[in-house]
């Protein structure tokens, strides 16, 4: 009897050890002592933020809901961020709580929040010359310029700088239709490219579009491997392509444009094969190829610099924006010499587009990616990190699909997986219990059911293990 008594105290001892531990690592109240908090194991990290004395998180909102767009949303809206310092990939509330930023501003943190030598740069710059116009000369934009051409295969060497991904997709837009001749664009369902004149045209979600004149834009079924009704067969898809041209245009058309890896839409990876059969089928049609790297681009996919070279295709025309400048207002539109042309046949001119500061910016972004191997970090990580979300998949029902390459990736939620039901509700709950945590993602797709993952590039494989052990522990309280 008195072994089976120590046994047991043995056992549950044990278990109440793990439980602990488990409990220690979330920075959650333990089950024993309730009383007791303890923070989050996250990765270690030597830094501590500067104490915050500004306003407070009720009169910033307070302001925000008197004074800015009603129609701007913010995440958590039972408790909002109130963020006030960034460093690498952590990012710092007003408290000075640190969070595990896995969301990147929105793929937009490419090198690291407050990268010394991006602010080195940015200071430098704005010391000597902050603004003057690209009428005059300046080294900062044509250094700039010359760098991230030597980035892109084939003729693709003239660059535009703007200061949005949006700009840069009107352009890109524009620049097609004066070069061809033709209005026609084809663009994908679930696709998002701006929120302007002609990217609301293209973009193929009605939760982004308003009722306003949209004219000259045709949506082919979106070749998603998880949702779509020919599953990974690109060539398939593609047949929609050539049937928009022959039964919705003239047979002429100006352009194709896509982005090889969604990321509003859900990061929904292109199926394979789908971007060459496509891009065959509107050069038949006299039409431009322009790739939306506004998310996909500078490293960000890991395996190449490009997101469109993971489909072994080269566009006519590239548009950038987001990691470009780690989150400096900077885009930028690249084609070739004789595409770039159209826009002398009249005035084309951005004040801001272009200018010392945000290009100086640009080229420390470029000379960091390479310097730290930050595309070869991306692959490794990224690579790391889909295999621990594919455990979770493995392990929870709720888990529909892992996708995506490098870091960025999607998690989607689904209450059925046969019927591939959208857990919204789900998504949100695990998305604030992730964020109590100490772990920040995004969330995206048409649905609202997909967690998006675009961390800054430096991420660790600690870091990894620390979303995925944080999702798998919100997953497991539903």
């Known amino acids: 009897m008195q072994r089976f008594v120590t046994a047991r105290a043995k056992w549950v001892g044990a278990l109440r050890g793990l439980s602990q531990r488990c409990y220690s690592q979330f920075g959650l109240a333990s089950q024993k002592d309730d009383d007791m908090i303890i923070n989050p194991q996250m990765p270690h990290f030597d830094y501590s933020p500067p104490p915050y004395n500004g306003p407070s998180a009720d009169e910033i909102l307070s302001k925000r809901k008197e004074f800015l767009s009603p129609s701007m949303f913010y995440f958590y809206e039972k408790n909002p961020l109130h963020l006030v310092h960034g460093k690498m990939q952590y990012l710092f509330d007003s408290n000075g709580r640190r969070y595990l930023d896995a969301f990147g501003g929105i793929a937009t943190v490419s090198c690291g929040h407050c990268h010394p030598d991006v602010v080195e740069a940015i200071v430098n710059q704005t010391k000597r010359l902050q603004h003057s116009t690209i009428l005059y000369l300046n080294n900062a934009i044509t250094d700039f310029a010359e760098a991230l051409a030597s980035k892109l295969p084939g003729d693709l060497k003239v660059v535009f700088f703007t200061n949005s991904g949006t700009e840069a997709n009107e352009l890109a837009i524009m620049m097609a239709r004066l070069y ?6 084809i663009s994908l369902r679930n696709a998002y490219h701006g929120n302007a004149a002609a990217t609301m045209s293209t973009t193929g979600q009605s939760v982004w579009k308003f009722n306003v004149v949209q004219s000259g834009v045709h949506h082919a079924i979106n070749p998603d491997p998880y949702r779509g009704v020919f599953g990974s067969d690109g060539e398939k898809y593609a047949k929609d392509v050539e049937d928009l041209i022959l039964f919705g245009t003239s047979g002429r058309v100006a352009a194709f444009m896509s982005e090889a890896i969604q990321g509003v839409g859900g990061i929904v990876e292109l199926a394979p094969g789908y971007l ?175 967690f998006r993952i675009t961390p800054p590039l430096c991420f660790t494989k600690e870091d990894a293990d620390f979303v995925a052990d944080v999702m798998d522990c919100a997953m497991s309280k539903i």
């Open 180 to 185: 061809t001749g033709c209005h026609d664009i």
């Open 276 to 450: 060459p059969a496509a891009y065959s089928a509107v050069r038949k049609a006299g039409g431009l190829c322009i790739a939306d790297e506004v998310q996909s681009g500078f490293a960000r996919t890991g395996s190449h610099f490009w997101g469109f070279e993971n489909q072994g295709v080269v566009p006519d025309i590239v548009t950038m924006a987001k990691g470009i400048g780690n989150g400096i207002p900077l885009g930028a539109v690249v084609t070739t010499p004789e595409i770039a042309e159209v826009l002398c046949h009249s005035n084309y001119f951005n004040t801001f587009g272009g200018n010392p500061v945000c290009t100086s910016a640009g080229l420390a972004v470029l000379r960091v990616i390479e310097k730290e191997n930050l595309q070869e970090n991306a692959h490794v990580v990224g690579s790391y990190l889909k295999e621990r979300l594919m455990a979770i998949k493995n392990k929870h029902e709720i888990v529909g699909d892992v996708r995506g390459r490098g870091l960025l990736l999607g998690v989607e939620l689904v209450t059925d997986r046969k019927l591939k039901t959208p857990a919204k509700a789900e998504t949100l709950h695990i998305m604030d219990k992730m964020k109590d945590m100490g772990v920040l993602v995004g969330k995206g797709g048409f649905r609202g059911n997909v």
